[in-house]
């Protein structure tokens, strides 16, 4: 998550949807640019609001992306942390000690797909959250502006203008997961098992596999 107060801007971060690349605009390009204290990275707009409540009153935006394609690009950056960390990359072995008990769901499912889609979901709460989860404000609706990560570049520009940027041709993803299109992951069972768990989703922004 980041916040400007003096653009009132508050930006709600849904894993694996392009929020590192959101932080990074306000890390590097709002003087104010702030983390809100005591509440996780990707805390939700309702538990930020709860934090400091003066938030209702802000320009509120997430980004969203096609659950299929999350949830591989989910596993894919998970597995290639141990990897890395395995290899000897410093920044990955921080990761892992740093917090272990976040990364440990990723170290169980990592040589198979089918078990991070089958059986995560279902044994790992985050794994199986809707996004749309991070985005409703109490009482319902969702935050002012959501993004879709297959816009990523116009909508970016949406954020860019609220917080008094020019916009940019271009903008290159942060922390994005290598990997081949999404479909090649998939069978019946494991495409099923994604509409079920994430049917808020595809329902509330238009997905389909």
Request: with cysteine.
């Amino acid at each position: 998550m980041r916040v400007s107060d003096s653009h009132r801007v508050l930006f709600v971060h849904i894993p694996k949807t392009g929020g590192s690349t959101i932080d990074a605009i306000f890390d590097r390009e709002i003087e104010d640019g702030r983390r809100i204290p005591n509440r996780q990275r990707h805390a939700t707009y309702r538990r930020l609001v709860q934090a400091e409540p003066q938030f209702r009153e802000y320009w509120s935006c997430g980004f969203v992306r096609n659950p299929w394609a999350r949830m591989v690009s989910w596993w894919t950056m998970g597995g290639e942390v141990f990897t890395r960390a395995e290899a000897g990359f410093e920044k990955a072995q921080n990761h892992l000690q740093s917090n272990p008990e976040h990364w440990a769901p990723f170290g169980e499912y990592r040589d198979d797909f089918r078990r991070f889609v089958l059986e995560g979901t279902v044994e790992v709460k985050r794994f199986g959250q809707p996004q749309i989860r991070w985005l409703t404000k109490r009482g319902g609706g969702l935050v002012d502006f959501v993004g879709k990560v297959e816009n990523f570049v116009e909508d970016v520009n949406v954020v860019r203008e609220h917080l008094g940027l020019e916009p940019v041709p271009e903008q290159p993803r942060r922390n994005k997961s290598t990997h081949g299109h999404y479909s090649e992951y998939y069978d019946d069972e494991t495409r099923t098992r994604v509409a079920e768990v994430f049917a808020d989703d595809i329902e509330a922004f238009g997905y389909t596999f």
